[in-house]
């Protein structure tokens, strides 16, 4: 049962933008905790952003004041939108949802690749 899907990336040259999507069909959205986080080639996943079911964001010192997110909860999605991007963006961006107060992130998206050239 696919309970995450991202959609929105793409290719993109350097300061452009790209807003990701996550449709979400997890019965306790409403309250989750929903993130984004990425993965480059050779390189461990990381987080990028976490908004509470009450909207509270947080945000990776590497896209703070560049990227945000955001959430609507009757449409069971949530986005990111990504200004200034860089080369070093360059990732598959997966989305994560988690009941709110716990730790372990409970559903994965299965990525959507965002390409930033130079």
């Known amino acids: 049962q696919v309970q995450l899907v991202e959609s929105g990336g793409g290719l993109v040259q350097a300061g452009g933008s790209l807003r990701l999507s996550c449709a979400a069909s997890?019965?306790?959205?409403?309250?989750?905790?929903m993130g984004w986080f990425r993965q480059a080639p050779g390189k461990e996943r990381e987080f990028v952003a976490t908004?509470?079911?009450?909207?509270?964001?947080s945000y990776a010192e590497s896209v703070k004041g560049r990227f945000t997110i955001s959430r609507i909860n009757a449409e069971k999605t949530v986005y990111l939108q990504m200004n200034s991007l860089k080369p070093e963006d360059t990732a598959v961006y997966y989305c994560?949802?988690?009941?709110?107060?716990?730790?372990?992130?409970?559903?994965w998206g299965q990525g959507t690749q965002v390409t930033v050239s130079s």
């Open positions: 994560a949802a988690k009941l709110s107060g716990t730790e372990k992130w409970a559903s």
């Open positions: 997890r019965s306790t959205f409403s309250s989750d905790t």
């Open positions: 908004i509470t079911w009450n909207r509270v964001a």
